[in-house]
């Protein structure tokens, strides 16, 4: 499926090419959404119980401009941080919508800042500090917003925690949009360069064109301007020597739409000299890909402590 076939699908197929929970395999619709949000909500309690937490730190003036810090218990002078920017379609509230086609996110309390901390324990234990990255969502957050703020934020880490050795991104869903964003970044205009050593995409979208003619832009309310210019995959930029490696993570059970994107956005990160993985996990949807991250078994989990152990 190429890029541009979508816009040959007839409104409803689109529609459901980006309804997640409609490809689901352990539940359906709402009731998938709901599954995850309390999965990734009980595992950050825990984690917030089992670990040592700075929380709602502000990164700037806004109020979801706030950062969560899950701390090794004993960290070295340095240590890589693992810093995770949450999905749920950029939005907060649920919308009024044109179709009947469930929207992903039904749930009142989407994933946010507070239901992100669920890795931290796995990686916490290996001497990793977990950074669960807040932001302002639709409709009080617009894209151009969302994508400026997220970039704030690596550049408040890069000032404010000289002892971080290395960041490494990770975003799932929207937040893997929001990941791929800050990888092409210019970052003179922040007064520093934060040290992302590696990046973790897992299950993004990387063109924005086709969320305009779904429900998901019912919220967000993009002009094709936006959407073009927070697009990733026209924003690839050619991979300079200290540039990254990016892992692009993408589920059996993601639909036909997600994971074309994922695998369009690889080959033009490949293309632009970028050292770039395409992950196509089995077994899994696109609400376990990124809920197992609270396995230290799981080979997401893994492989992501390997990428830092060779940093």
Not at 53 to 60: A, D, E, K, M, R
Not at 102 to 116: I, Y
């Amino acid at each position: 499926m190429g890029r541009g076939r979508w816009q040959h699908m007839a409104a409803e197929e689109l529609q459901q090419q980006y309804s997640p929970s409609r490809w689901a395999r352990r539940l359906r619709g709402d009731a998938a959404v709901r599954a995850h949000v309390e999965a990734v909500t009980s595992g950050t309690q825990r984690a917030r119980a089992s670990t040592r937490t700075s929380l709602h730190v502000p990164y700037g003036e806004e109020d979801g401009e706030r950062l969560d810090l899950y701390l090794p218990e004993e960290p070295s002078e340095t240590f890589p941080a693992f810093v995770y920017i949450h999905g749920g379609y950029w939005q907060s509230l649920r919308q009024p919508r044109r179709t009947p086609v469930p929207v992903a996110w039904p749930a009142s309390v989407p994933p946010s800042k507070d239901a992100s901390g669920f890795a931290a324990p796995a990686l916490v234990a290996r001497g990793v500090a977990v950074v669960a990255v807040g932001y302002d969502t639709a409709p009080k957050g617009h894209m151009d917003a969302m994508v400026l703020q997220v970039r704030h934020s690596l550049a408040f880490l890069a000032k404010q925690y000289s002892g971080i050795r290395g960041i490494y991104l990770c975003g799932h869903s929207a937040g893997a949009h929001l990941a791929a964003m800050v990888l092409c970044t210019d970052w003179t205009e922040f007064g520093v360069v934060p040290d992302i050593r590696g990046a973790v995409l897992v299950s993004g979208v990387y063109d924005l064109e086709p969320i305009l003619h779904t429900y998901v832009n019912d919220a967000l309310n993009m002009s094709r301007e936006v959407a073009q210019r927070n697009s990733p995959m026209l924003c690839v930029t050619q991979a300079v020597p200290a540039a990254c490696e990016v892992l692009v993570a993408v589920a059996q059970h993601d639909s036909p739409e997600f994971r074309r994107q994922s695998q369009e956005y690889s080959q033009a990160l490949r293309s632009a000299g970028w050292a770039v993985s395409l992950l196509d996990l089995a077994g899994v949807d696109h609400f376990d890909i990124i809920e197992k991250l609270s396995e230290d078994t799981y080979i997401l989990t893994q492989i992501i402590l390997n990428m830092i152990a060779r940093a």
